[in-house]
């Protein structure tokens, strides 16, 4: 993961989704929970992903993650359960360089599957261009991209005034 990289998760709409409580102290276990509950079968994305993104080569010899894209880049990452069921869809946008096609396509296979996506601070939001442009705008790759000495001073300012 690069600072200029914004990062989203795609969780199928439910109760399940709508009840998670996060907290800045639990990112890591938010980024690692089990939303999808074994609902939705990989191959109900497969070829349109593999179609649109080439597989990453290092994912081509594992059987329980794809990842999708260019890593430096965009990219998609969907972790399996038993080589079928989708366990997490992880989703990283360049925001050196806007690809409009890309957020495009990400935002029509989250309304295929009827998820919210969900931002590094734990925000839920409805698969917009709107929704997904306010998240982007107050993001901490978005501030960097936007002004990377600004940000790294901003950054060692809260990392002083935290200690």
């Known amino acids: 993961m690069a600072i200029y990289q914004y990062n989203l998760l795609l969780a199928p709409k439910g109760p399940e989704v709508l009840s998670y409580e996060f907290s800045k102290d639990q990112e890591y276990e938010f980024w690692d929970h089990d939303f999808w509950k074994a609902s939705h079968e990989y191959s109900e994305v497969m070829l349109e992903l593999e179609s649109y993104l080439p597989l990453i080569e290092w994912s081509k010899n594992t059987t329980d993650l794809r990842s999708l894209g260019d890593d430096d880049k965009n990219d998609v990452s969907i972790s399996l359960i038993n080589d079928t069921f989708i366990e997490h869809f992880?989703?990283?946008?360049?925001?050196?360089?806007?690809?409009q096609e890309f957020i495009d396509f990400i935002i029509k296979i989250a309304l295929k599957l009827d998820c919210?996506?969900?931002d590094r601070k734990g925000s839920f939001f409805s698969p917009t261009i709107e929704e997904l442009k306010e998240s982007i705008s107050q993001s901490d790759a978005f501030k960097f991209v936007s002004g990377p000495k600004r940000f790294l001073?901003?950054?060692?300012?809260?990392?002083?005034s935290s200690n």
């Open 90 to 99: 992880h989703v990283r946008i360049d925001l050196r360089e806007i690809d």
């Open 116 to 118: 919210y996506l969900i």
């Open 153 to 160: 001073g901003d950054f060692g300012s809260e990392h002083n």
